[in-house]
């Protein structure tokens, strides 16, 4: 094989748990593993990047990755780790929201060439969704006793005296599902690997359970821990929600700032996770680091690398144009080269006011524009004494009491962004 793949995920702090000859097992042949994801919405987010990390690794060690869409697990719903049963999902939206997950898959593995260790997108419905309840439970339930599940600390959590909610029939039966999945894909795929997060320990053994009872084999598991933060909020989450991958759910800009603003210690850790960047280039960013914290080389190498993985090069430069605005020189030209949804993520929070589109077009004189037609000054006289001290700029450049704003002002055709000072930015919508 190329490398080892245990020792590299071991390295990166990327193992939780192991089963044992796993290593082994791999180091001997060219072996198949999957990574299970749910199909809940149209786009994967960061929370999701570690097992697509995993998978990417495991492809560059010689191996051959399985990417298994939960089209059939996504209408049951995944007890581990929830309070309360998910909403089930139909066909159409699950198939739709296969494509669109295989699309961003395509960035991280290789699908396309003709290589043995090829990626594949399976998804589960495909193999279940002719099984009869009576057949499943004949077939499958009869080798995993109610005492194995129920010692599953997604069930006991579940079940313990401070869940509000029980547990339903249907999601005591996803671990059997799950399973069952492992099964399937030992059997057709010779897969014998599956791999998750730390809190699938329990779903992912009994795959192997079934394996070796009712596919008389040996399947092995590999879990990753689950992704923290230092500060103890919850990784991957915004005030305004996921983080997620597609960029019309959050911009480039968004994303990049998002791992430009972990702390020291949170970047140390996820420089290796969520990049490819080698030992010794890690060690060297980190030591680099250490010397100058203020100019925070991790989070910013750090954040290079993922919005380049994840979205482009043109998209990074864009979001690093973007970030200047706020912090940085850049004029009306960089500003106009924002698109609406950059603009408005850029300057989200700033106070906004709406003109109409008759006013710009005759032209709309300075003192209008920052008093009576916006309230961003308090008053006219206010509003003279500020251009007077040249403390006014139209979209990031200085303008006089006689400055009249047009059409040419417009960016995105819409906005004009006003500034007072260095920090104090009011935005003009113009309908």
């Given at each position: 094989m190329k490398k080892n793949f245990v020792q590299e995920l071991q390295w990166r702090g990327m193992i939780h748990d192991v089963m044992p000859g796993a290593e082994e097992h791999l180091m001997e042949a060219m072996r198949a593993a999957y990574v299970g994801i749910d199909p809940t919405a149209d786009s994967l987010h960061i929370g999701h990047l570690v097992g697509v990390m995993m998978l990417k690794h495991f492809q560059l060690a010689g191996h051959k990755p399985y990417a298994l869409v939960g089209g059939a697990t996504g209408m049951i719903g995944d007890p581990s780790g929830k309070s309360a049963e998910r909403n089930l999902l139909d066909e159409e939206t699950l198939r739709h929201n296969q494509e669109a997950i295989k699309a961003q898959l395509g960035r991280f593995l290789d699908f396309e060439s003709d290589v043995p260790n090829a990626a594949v997108l399976v998804n589960n419905y495909d193999w279940m969704k002719d099984f009869s309840f009576l057949e499943f439970i004949r077939d499958v339930g009869k080798h995993i006793t109610v005492n194995y599940m129920m010692a599953k600390d997604s069930v006991k959590k579940r079940l313990s005296a401070d869940a509000k909610e029980g547990m339903s029939f249907t999601e005591f039966t996803y671990q059997l599902v799950q399973g069952y999945d492992f099964l399937h894909l030992y059997r057709a795929h010779d897969c014998t690997l599956q791999m998750?997060?730390?809190?699938?320990?329990?779903?992912?053994?009994?795959?192997?359970?079934?394996?070796?009872?009712?596919?008389?084999?040996?399947?092995?598991?590999?879990?990753?821990?689950?992704?923290?933060?230092a500060d103890g909020t919850k990784f991957g989450k915004t005030e305004g929600g996921n983080?997620?991958?597609?960029?019309?759910?959050?911009?480039?800009?968004?994303?990049?700032?998002?791992?430009?603003?972990?702390?020291?210690?949170?970047?140390?850790?996820?420089?290796?996770?969520?990049?490819?960047?080698?030992?010794?280039?890690?060690?060297?960013?980190?030591?680099?680091?250490k010397e100058a914290p203020h100019l925070r080389t991790l989070q910013r190498k750090l954040a290079e690398e993922i919005t380049i993985m994840v979205h482009s090069e043109e998209d990074l430069d864009n979001a690093i144009k973007a970030s200047d605005i706020l912090f940085g020189k850049s004029t009306s030209e960089d500003l106009k080269k924002l698109n609406e949804k950059t603009f408005l993520d850029v300057f989200e929070g700033v106070p906004q006011a709406k003109v109409s589109r008759e006013e710009i077009t005759s032209g709309l004189d300075m003192i209008g524009a920052l008093a009576a037609k916006t309230q961003f000054l308090g008053s006219n006289g206010e509003a003279r004494r500020e251009l007077k001290q040249n403390s006014i700029s139209v979209n990031k450049e200085k303008v006089k009491e006689d400055y009249l704003i047009t059409e040419a002002d417009l960016i995105n055709n819409k906005f004009v962004l006003l500034q007072r000072g260095k920090k104090n930015y009011f935005v003009m919508v113009v309908e």
């Open positions: 998750g997060g730390s809190d699938q320990w329990g779903n992912i053994t009994t795959g192997t359970e079934l394996i070796r009872r009712i596919g008389n084999g040996k399947g092995f598991a590999l879990t990753c821990p689950l992704i923290t933060k983080v997620w991958l597609d960029a019309e759910r959050t911009s480039p800009y968004k994303f990049y700032q998002y791992w430009l603003n972990t702390s020291d210690e949170d970047a140390e850790k996820y420089i290796k996770i969520f990049t490819f960047l080698n030992q010794q280039e890690i060690e060297d960013l980190v030591a680099e680091h």
